[in-house]
């Protein structure tokens, strides 16, 4: 009979900074990131990774944390909403957003601005078809998303002159 596992080991890294956990094999990345270190910025809404509410990036790439197992980040490097500020000063998607009101609950808006960096790193001067795309798995049920796309834009612009 094979033993009950109760805990796996995960070892990854969290906005630079390495962790080394032991969590129930059943949690998810989602739960490792609010639940076992605090980082609460992740949000959760649907659970069943339809929203992009809990979307982070995965060794740069946009994935939906509340469907991937935690141990399966194991050896990978996460970024969420806590990693986008440097030094206590807001990343330029950031400021795009609170300049461009694309915030009002604010809830989709942690996972908006990780897939719209995760655009901006690969396409630094996206197409509003690109920026539509790359929005495409995060839902915001208050903005309209007019006012999400012409923040990119306009992180976009800053970023690409160097005044980010
Ligand atoms: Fe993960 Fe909705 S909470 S996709
Ligand atoms: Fe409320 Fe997007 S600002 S869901």
Do not use: W
Not at 45 to 59: H, I, P, Q, R, Y
Not at 93 to 100: K, M
Not at 132 to 153: H, M, P
């Amino acid at each position: 009979m094979l033993p009950r596992t109760r805990r796996v080991r995960v070892a990854l890294d969290v906005n630079g900074r390495r962790h080394v956990l032991q969590i129930p094999p059943h949690h998810t990345l989602l739960d490792l990131l609010r639940a076992h270190l605090g980082l609460l910025g992740t949000k959760e809404s649907c659970g069943e990774g339809v929203c992009g509410a809990c979307t982070v990036l995965l060794d740069g790439r946009p994935i939906n944390a509340c469907v991937m197992l935690g141990a399966s980040a194991h050896g990978r490097s996460v970024t969420t909403v806590e990693g986008l500020s440097q030094d206590g000063t807001l990343h330029p998607l950031q400021l795009a957003f609170v300049e461009c009101g694309a915030i009002q609950c604010g809830y989709c808006t942690p996972g908006m601005l990780l897939s719209a960096k995760a655009l901006l790193d690969v396409c630094p001067a996206p197409s509003d078809e690109q920026i539509r795309q790359s929005l495409s798995g995060n839902l915001c049920r208050c903005t309209g998303f007019v006012k999400i796309i012409d923040a990119v834009r306009l992180a976009a612009r800053r970023l690409a002159a160097g005044s980010g």
